[in-house]
């Protein structure tokens, strides 16, 4: 039997993860909704970092960021993906992807970026998003339409690419 200062110790020498969740919002045309983070280059979708340390899951934090960021709180839809992303000067990254759903017209006029972290936003074809989505965010976003199209399942990716 161990003690709890075996169990601490163990749990201490775990290697660490990092966790986060995104929405993938869509327009009647079927274009993607992306936002400009100022405190780094390049687009994202609206998401974040779960808080682990406040027990949230990953659909409430992808829900949160979601709200706090573009100033919209509605329910999330199904997960779309989730996606093992190796670093290289980071810890390992676990991205769950839940379907935002289809916004409308006062749905966009309704959001409200939170200027402490973001540039801009903006509506992005499929055909352009490897434009602004390089790398395994833009292959996680690709595979998260084609389930939304296919009806299919959760995609299970690793650094973008599907696996199973």
Partial sequence: MTTTQDFATYIAGLP???AGAAALFRDAEGR???VEPNYRD???LPGGTIESDDGETPRQGARRETAEEIGLDVPLGRLLAVDWVAGTDRPPLVAYLYDGGVL???DLKAIR???E???SWRLVPREELAEYLPGALGRRVLAGLDVLADGSGTAELENGHRVG
């Fill in 113 to 115: 970026l939170q200027e």
């Fill in 104 to 106: 409308g017209e006062e």
């Fill in 32 to 34: 993607v909704l992306l």
């Fill in 16 to 18: 660490r993860v990092l």
């Fill in 117 to 119: 972290e973001l540039l």
């Fill in 42 to 44: 390049g687009w994202a």
